[in-house]
């Protein structure tokens, strides 16, 4: 069966009520979820890719709702003066979840001149404009939820950000302490952009995952692609990190995301990466 069901604000027991019975919100997504690409903050999806979480029902942001049976008969229906506290609502299609985020640009309440037998003004009712592609949509028989922005689903799922969140204080303390980095020109922890700190994350976990064989190696690949551009200081092995910008591409070469064609031997830098 086919409903339609909102979160409400500000109900902390029960804050899930049924919105509509028996009809669909959304058109039936079928998506590829081989072709998915795994969740990474540094990744640019192209326009016909989406973003996956396996195993969702795993993590603590995955509402207990989705963890046992589902059952719609448990949920009481949503009453007129609630309307306007949705914070978001999802479809139970078939065995599948569509789910929106819900903003108060998205209520719609407007005066317009109807034309008639003679022209009237009309007070429209308040309207709620469903988007035309879903936010996210879950796939409990793969256990596999798909979206395309994190962004939009911080509100639908809590703490679904510390998927791969900014790195702390600490840890940019951390990373920018390392042997090879040499801050100068008074660049420092406090000037690290968001970005960045999101890149020192997944810099942290693969640095810990090389020997330092190979973390040596890393400082002859980087060079070989940034000569130009980032200094190095080959007698205390250390690179000079003046700006975000340097610090950028120290990031991407710890990365790996440089790379020379086979065809014409041109160095390019990889924007996203899909492990094949």
């Known amino acids: 069966m086919n409903n339609i069901f909102a979160k409400v604000k500000g109900y902390r027991k029960k804050p899930y009520f049924k919105l509509i019975s028996d009809q669909t919100l959304f058109d039936d997504l079928h998506v590829n979820l081989d072709a998915c690409?795994?969740?990474?903050?540094?990744?640019?999806?192209?326009?016909?890719?989406?973003?996956?979480?396996?195993?969702?029902?795993?993590?603590?942001?995955?509402?207990?709702?989705f963890k046992v049976a589902f059952d719609s008969k448990d949920w009481d229906d949503l009453t007129k003066d609630q309307f306007s506290?949705?914070?978001?609502?999802?479809?139970?299609?078939?065995?599948?979840?569509?789910?929106?985020?819900?903003?108060?640009?998205?209520?719609?309440?407007?005066k317009v001149i109807k034309f008639g037998e003679v022209a009237e003004i009309e007070q429209t009712d308040s309207r709620l404009v469903i988007n035309k592609v879903p936010d996210a949509v879950y796939y409990p028989g793969s256990d596999t939820l798909v979206f395309r922005e994190l962004s939009h689903l911080t509100s639908i799922f809590k703490d679904i950000d510390?998927?791969?969140?900014?790195?702390?204080?600490?840890?940019?303390?951390?990373f920018i302490n390392q042997p090879f980095i040499n801050l100068v020109n008074d660049y420092n922890e406090?000037?690290?952009?968001?970005?960045?700190?999101?890149?020192?994350?997944?810099?942290?976990n693969t640095l810990n995952q090389m020997s330092e064989a190979q973390k040596t190696e890393i400082h002859s690949y980087i060079q070989?692609?940034?000569?130009?551009?980032?200094?190095f200081d080959p007698q205390n092995s250390k690179f000079n990190i003046s700006s975000d910008e340097e610090l950028k591409l120290l990031l991407y070469g710890i990365e790996q995301r440089y790379y020379t064609t086979p065809f014409g031997n041109e160095k390019r830098l990889a924007n996203s990466v899909i492990n094949l």
Do not use: M
Not at 88 to 105: K, L, R
Not at 224 to 231: E, P
């Open 162 to 174: 510390q998927l791969y969140k900014e790195a702390t204080k600490e840890e940019v303390g951390v």
């Open 224 to 231: 070989g692609y940034c000569d130009n551009k980032l200094t």
């Open 37 to 65: 690409v795994n969740y990474n903050p540094d990744h640019n999806l192209d326009e016909d890719s989406w973003f996956k979480i396996e195993s969702f029902s795993t993590y603590e942001f995955c509402p207990e709702i």
């Open 85 to 110: 506290k949705i914070s978001f609502i999802f479809a139970n299609q078939g065995e599948n979840f569509y789910f929106q985020n819900i903003s108060p640009s998205l209520f719609i309440r407007k």
């Open 190 to 204: 406090e000037k690290v952009s968001k970005p960045n700190r999101k890149r020192i994350g997944l810099a942290l």
